[in-house]
Structures are given as structure tokens and as C-alpha cells.
């Protein structure tokens, strides 16, 4: 017995994990701060969504309902679905988790793509499983390189379809021909945090897909267009037999009760909803032309965020600019860690800060 360990010691793997570092938030020394790393709403939520919020304080002794059902039918009402085929989460983080602890034994596969949302990859190994990563070609997902990538040992692929940090899509077609290319006990994972943005005939959330076969699921997020990021709310849709494998293995009070009560009044609000489509759809195109005027090369986006890529210059280079747009008070994120050394990602903002980040990009490509 002397070869066991003298103190607790995590499964293989789990120490393997580059916790995920989420976007800076302070500019140390700067009064005012525009916090454009993390793609949240400039618009806030919903004003119905915070007064529900408000009302679900005066019962805070009151365990939650623990199948969420007020906000599965509010969601089930706006998007048409079925509430039995949907399961809400504590955002959508911890229901992509629970798809890789559900799906995945040690030793299995799951596919993800070269600049793929980092979340993939912890749950993926926290599951015990191997993360599979497969190339992109030009910031955009390869289906063909995903369908060359499956094993025998592959459960699942994850595809984040509007992409982050890329703000690329996988036109509908494409996300078909890989669905149908996959074996029918591999589960593809489409992650559609940003979906209410894309505006593309081309492009399919996966509802769809998901109503027609037994290996595609669809993940959506309350933390971007709905503003709620810091009530944690997400939601799948999903097969009956995964609704239910799920169910069996995620905590019985996931959502809290305020969440659960704000997210509902949120997704009912499809004005404020649309409204935040058209603002965002009007700025994306804005900040892309005026960047791209500048002289940066822009990744064409369909979400509410866009990726920079920097000149190969010395002074001019991600780092730079990233040091000099914090000292102004712009916090954008560096996406190093996704494979983009000489980029940033900017959310957009106000129009008070997406008119401050280019006036600074501007001063800082002209100074010396
Ligand atoms: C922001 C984001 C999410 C949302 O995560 P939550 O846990 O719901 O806040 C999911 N996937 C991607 C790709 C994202 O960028």
C-alpha cells in the first residue's frame, strides 16, 4: 500500500487543464472604462427581465422549481419548440459540460476546431476525455477536416456555429453535410450562443436539425443578446433520450429562482430583443468598415463582436495596441490562447465607446 499518495489527488488529466482566464476588466489607473472583452450586451437587459428579477427577491427562502418549467415554456412560446425537448442551465457552460461528462468515458474523443471556444476543451478533459482538434482555413470551421478527424473512439463534436473569437459561420448546408457524414452514435453539439444576432439567409441555429435526428443537439445562452450574464442561464434543445440522460445527471436545482423568473420575462420581450438585433447589426457594420479603413484586417462577423489582426510591425503589433487602448480605457480581449497572437477581439459597445475605441485605434496606428 506504500505506493499510494499521502494526500487527495484529482483523476489523471484534470491537472492537465489550462484553466479558462476570462477578459480583463480593469485599466488600471484610467477613470472611465469601457469593457469590451467579454461580447456583453451594451443594452443591458431587458427593463421586464430586471423587474422580474426584482420580484423574485421577496421570495428568496423558496427553493427554486427545479425543472425550470416557467422558463422552458417562455422559451418554448418564442422559439416554437416543444418545452419537454428542453432542459435550462446555469448558462450554457454548464450544460456543454454536462454533454461531455454525459457522453464522454475516459479515453473517448470529442472533436473541436483550432480556434474552437476554450470551454470545449476543459470540459472535454475534465470528462477524462481527449480533445481532438482539427484546423480551420481562414478563420473559418472545416467541415471536411472535422468528418476526416472522427475515430472509432469519437462521442462528440463541438461546433460553436456563429464561431468565438472568429465571428465566422457554418453556412447551414455545410452544418448538414457534416451532420450527415457523422455516425449516428456520435453527438454533434451546435453551440448557437450568438444566433439571434446572424442575420444570413444561409444560416440555421439548428432547430432543424435537432427535431430531425437523434445526434444533433442545440445550445443558446441568456448572457448575450438577453444581457443576463450574471444570472447564468442557458438552455439546450435536444432529443427526448438526451433531455433525459441530462436531467439524470445535472444538479436537481441548477437555476436559481430569480434567473429562472428574469430569463422568462427576457425572452418574451422580443421587442427589446429585435431592437438589440438592429443596434448591433448597425454597429457591427460600422466598426468593420471604419477598421477596415484604418487599415486592419477585420474577420468578417456575424455576432456582436469582431476580430482585429494587427500589422506584423514593430510597435504596432496586438500587444501594442492592447497596452495602448488600456491606458485609454478600452478593454478588448486578447485571444492569444485561441491561436491569434496579433489580434483582439472587441465587443461592441455604446456608441459612446465603439466611437472611443476608433478614434484611439486611430491615434494609436498614426503615432510613432
Ligand atoms: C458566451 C458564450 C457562451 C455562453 O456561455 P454562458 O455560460 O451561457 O454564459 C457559450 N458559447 C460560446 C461560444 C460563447 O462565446
Known amino acids: 500500500m506504500s505506493s499510494l499518495p499521502n494526500a487527495p489527488t484529482p483523476r489523471p488529466g484534470i491537472l492537465d487543464i489550462a484553466a479558462y482566464v476570462p477578459g480583463k476588466e480593469h485599466a488600471p489607473g484610467v477613470a472611465k472604462v469601457y469593457k469590451l472583452s467579454s461580447n ?60 461531455a461528462h454525459t457522453y464522454l468515458a475516459p479515453g473517448d474523443e470529442a472533436i473541436i476546431t483550432e480556434h474552437g471556444f476554450l470551454v470545449y476543451k476543459i470540459q472535454i478533459m475534465a470528462a477524462g476525455g481527449t480533445p481532438v482538434t482539427v484546423k480551420e482555413r481562414d478563420c473559418r470551421v472545416d467541415v471536411d477536416a472535422i468528418l476526416a478527424a472522427v475515430t472509432d473512439k469519437t462521442k462528440l463534436v463541438f461546433l460553436a456555429n456563429p464561431a468565438n473569437p472568429t465571428g465566422t459561420f457554418v453556412p447551414v448546408e455545410d452544418v448538414r453535410r457534416l451532420q450527415t457524414g457523422l455516425p449516428k452514435h456520435v453527438l454533434l453539439v451546435l453551440d448557437a450562443a450568438y444566433a439571434e444576432y446572424v442575420r444570413r439567409n444561409d444560416y440555421e441555429a439548428g432547430i432543424e436539425l435537432v427535431s430531425s435526428n437523434q445526434n444533433v443537439v442545440m445550445t443558446r445562452t441568456f448572457s448575450k443578446i438577453y444581457g443576463l450574464a450574471a444570472l447564468r442561464i442557458g438552455w439546450i434543445y435536444a432529443p427526448a433520450a438526451i433531455i433525459d440522460a441530462l436531467n439524470r445527471s445535472r444538479g436537481p436545482f441548477n437555476l436559481n429562482a430569480p434567473a429562472i423568473a428574469a430569463g422568462a420575462a427576457a425572452v418574451r420581450d422580443t421587442a427589446f430583443t429585435a431592437a438589440a438585433i438592429d443596434f448591433n447589426a448597425e454597429w457591427v457594420g460600422r466598426v468593420t468598415e471604419a477598421l477596415t479603413a484604418l487599415g486592419l484586417e477585420v474577420t468578417p462577423s456575424v455576432a456582436n463582436f469582431v476580430l482585429i489582426h494587427f ?9 501594442d495596441a492592447d497596452a495602448f487602448l488600456t491606458s485609454r480605457g478600452f478593454i478588448l480581449r486578447a485571444v492569444r490562447g485561441y491561436g491569434f497572437p496579433n489580434a483582439l477581439r472587441l465587443t461592441i459597445g455604446t456608441p459612446e465607446a465603439n466611437e472611443g475605441v476608433l478614434a484611439a485605434l486611430s491615434e494609436f496606428l498614426r503615432k510613432d
Not at 53 to 70: C, I, N, S, T, V
Not at 311 to 319: D, F, L, N, S, Y
Open 40 to 99: 456583453e450586451t451594451p443594452l443591458g437587459a431587458s427593463p421586464r427581465s430586471i423587474e422580474a428579477f426584482r420580484q423574485a427577491a421577496g421570495q428568496l427562502e423558496r427553493y427554486p422549481d427545479g425543472q425550470a418549467l416557467e422558463l422552458r415554456h417562455a422559451i418554448a412560446d418564442v422559439y416554437a419548440l416543444n418545452p419537454a425537448n428542453l432542459m435550462c442551465g446555469n448558462g450554457s457552460d454548464e450544460l456543454l459540460g454536462l454533454l
Open 311 to 319: 500589422p506584423e510591425v514593430e510597435g504596432k503589433r496586438a500587444a
